[in-house]
Structure formats: structure tokens, C-alpha cells
């Protein structure tokens, strides 16, 4: 069955940095375009990151640009992302989404907060 398993959530002061983990089964994963989405309370789910089947091209949404960097080890069939100078305004939770497949992962929640 086709499973998106995220991991790597947690509670982290402003400033810091997390790595959030996708692990991916059940479908070609080199073939397909792999999402993150997040979701704070009360809001709607936003695209934070996308990334073509090989990892040669990327896009990072403007909210986000210069701090998140998405990745993917197709050996691994693993897609990451890595958060930087992380603001509460990123508090939320992440979800991995596999295009067209398509499939969602449970989510992870990432808390901003000092």
C-alpha cells in the first residue's frame, strides 16, 4: 500500500532548525514529484516546497524562500526538508504529499516557540 511516513517535528526555539523526513513506500517514488505542505490552526494548508522527480529543480514558496530547502534521496526513497532561522510564524503541520499519486502523509507538528 501506498505509504508517505513523516518524522522530525518537535518543539524548537526561534532561530533554530529542524529537518523534517519523508519516507515514502508503495509507488515509484523516482517518478514523482514530491510536495511539503503545513497547516497552522485556524488556517488553510499552504505549498511550503516542491521538487521535481530527480531533484534537479526545486521551488520554495516566498514565505519561506532563503530560510527552507527541500531535497530528496531517491536511493532512499526519502524526501527532506530543512528549516532554518525558523520564526513562530512557521509553527504548524507538515505534511509530505506525493503528486498524482496521491498520497499524503499523517503530518508532523513543528512548534516555534520560546
Known amino acids: 500500500q501506498v505509504q508517505l511516513v513523516e518524522s522530525g517535528g518537535g518543539l524548537v526555539q526561534p532561530g533554530g532548525s529542524l529537518r523534517l523526513s519523508c519516507a515514502a513506500s508503495?509507488?515509484?517514488?523516482?517518478?514523482?514529484?514530491m510536495r511539503w505542505y503545513r497547516q497552522a490552526s485556524g488556517n488553510e494548508r499552504e505549498l511550503v516546497a516542491s521538487?521535481?522527480?530527480?531533484?534537479?529543480?526545486?521551488y520554495i514558496a516566498d514565505s519561506v524562500k532563503g530560510r527552507f530547502t527541500i531535497s530528496r534521496d531517491n536511493a532512499k526513497n526519502m524526501v527532506y526538508l530543512q528549516m532554518n532561522s525558523l520564526k513562530p510564524e512557521d509553527t504548524a503541520v507538515y505534511y509530505c504529499?506525493?503528486?498524482?499519486?496521491?498520497?499524503w502523509g499523517q503530518g508532523t507538528q513543528v512548534t516555534v516557540s520560546s
Open positions: 508503495g509507488f515509484t517514488f523516482s517518478g514523482a514529484w
Open positions: 521538487i521535481e522527480s530527480t531533484g534537479s529543480s526545486t
Open positions: 504529499y506525493a503528486v498524482l499519486v496521491p498520497s
